[in-house]
């Protein structure tokens, strides 16, 4: 069982940054893919980011890649978001999810076990 909690988000304005954190629990975290998810109102989760179980592969979706970095500490069991240049339809409450992917990263909702409570991203213009 893992347990996540994200921190970090809030309100900013358009090409502002931000950066979220994931905290999880437990003595496995390394054996875990980690994601980042976003949903906006009216709207289904998508995939933001990815990242691997070593931190080696790391993978974004189109609309992000070149402002956001999604980057992880085995050793403090915590993952990171950054983002930069923001615009407002990057507003969304953002989930972090851990996923038993033994290699490499997926960006499947299904394919997470865990996810945390989310944190809301507001982007003004």
């Known amino acids: 069982q893992v347990q996540l909690v994200e921190s970090g988000g809030g309100l900013v304005q358009a090409g502002g940054s931000l950066r979220l954190s994931c905290a999880a629990s437990g003595p496995t975290f390394s054996t875990y893919a980690m994601g980042w998810f976003r949903q906006a109102p009216g709207k289904e989760r998508e995939f933001v980011a990815a990242?691997?179980?070593?931190?080696?592969?790391?993978d974004y979706t189109d609309s992000v890649k070149g402002r956001f970095t999604i980057s992880r500490d085995n050793a403090k069991n915590m993952v990171y978001l950054q983002m930069s240049s923001l615009a407002p339809e990057d507003t969304a409450v953002y989930y972090c999810?851990?996923?038993?992917?033994?290699?490499?990263?997926?960006?499947?909702?299904?394919?997470?076990?865990?996810w945390g409570q989310g944190t809301q991203v507001t982007v003004s213009s």
């Open positions: 999810a851990a996923g038993r992917i033994l290699y490499g990263t997926r960006r499947q909702v299904k394919e997470y076990d865990y």
């Open positions: 990242i691997s179980r070593s931190g080696s592969i790391t």
